[in-house]
């Protein structure tokens, strides 16, 4: 799995904007990784979500490279996180109970295009997290 950061130009959680020229770069060589038979970890919220158990609108840019590449997509659907780890503290590892449901949404060589495989998976993943909090009240 390689690792791609994405360049903000802020440290502001309302702002997304990139650095272009920087982020022109990280694609290249995420491109050449995805060519080369590699995968990749999205986040495709973009951010920590503050209220758990909800998701974030999911955002395009996380899914371009996987509709160009026609990459597999499985979603890794998890609650708990935010016991063990609460957004407050700098270090987490507090006991917690994390559940997690791991799905594939599309096989390799699909032929959906980016909007559609956003909304495929946000869709996926906002199902699977309702089972996990419905769940987690048992």
Not at 43 to 53: H, K, L, Y
Not at 59 to 86: C, D, H, Q
Request: some cysteine; hydrophobic content about 40%; charged content about 20%.
């Amino acid at each position: 799995v390689g690792h791609f950061p994405v360049p903000f130009m802020t440290n502001d959680e309302a702002k997304f904007q990139v650095d272009k020229f920087e982020m022109s770069i990280t694609m290249e060589k995420a491109r050449i990784h995805a060519q080369n038979g590699g995968c990749f970890s999205l986040f495709p919220e973009g951010r920590i979500n503050r209220v758990p158990g909800t998701l974030l609108p999911f955002r395009n840019g996380s899914f371009k490279l996987a509709s160009e590449s026609k990459m597999a997509i499985v979603a890794y659907t998890s609650y708990g996180n935010a016991i063990s780890w609460p957004r407050n503290c700098a270090l987490g590892g507090y006991p917690a109970c994390i559940s997690i449901i791991l799905r594939e949404v599309v096989e390799k060589n699909h032929c959906f295009d980016t909007v559609a495989l956003r909304e495929k998976t946000e869709k996926a993943m906002s199902e699977d997290l309702k089972i996990l909090v419905a769940s987690s009240k048992n």
